[in-house]
């Protein structure tokens, strides 16, 4: 009965092949931290225009509107955030381009494990 047990269990181990492969590694940047970094910076450029140029109290010579202070940060906002996204993402691919010419060669070693299907016997009435 214990030969019966062992050979079911050889026969459902898994097949593992290994192989050893070249692949070439080279280091990137980071998009998103870029781009959030670009979008902050802009949030900050705006926020310094908006105080430094305290233009609120007056009235636009092109609509007569006067605006308040918290609507000039959204109109520089949304200037300046577009711009710092686009420059962040500028300088991800200059990075981008610059490490990606730094390339190694390094060895991998690639296993694969295919399960084998288990083989049941029929029951068998007692």
Do not use: W
């Not at 030969?3 to 492969?21: F, G, H, K, Q, W």
């Not at 233009?55 to 007569?64: H, I, K, V």
């Not at 959204?74 to 010419?101: D, K, N, S």
């Not at 296993?111 to 029951?123: G, K, T």
């Amino acid at each position: 009965m214990e030969d019966m047990s062992e050979s079911d269990a050889s026969a459902r181990d898994p097949l593992v092949t290994d192989e050893i492969v070249e692949a070439s590694v080279r280091r990137a940047p980071k998009y998103g931290v870029f781009l959030g970094l670009g979008a902050a910076l802009g949030v900050l450029v705006a926020m310094i225009l908006t105080f430094a140029f305290d233009g609120s109290a007056e009235t636009s010579t092109n609509t007569g509107v006067q605006y308040s202070q918290v609507q000039v940060f959204g109109f520089l906002a949304l200037v300046c955030i577009g711009a710092g996204l686009l420059i962040g993402g500028i300088v991800a691919l200059v990075f981008e381009r610059t490490l990606g010419r730094r390339t190694r060669a390094v060895s991998v070693d690639r296993e694969r494990v295919v399960e084998q299907p288990e083989h049941r016997a029929p029951d068998r009435p007692e």
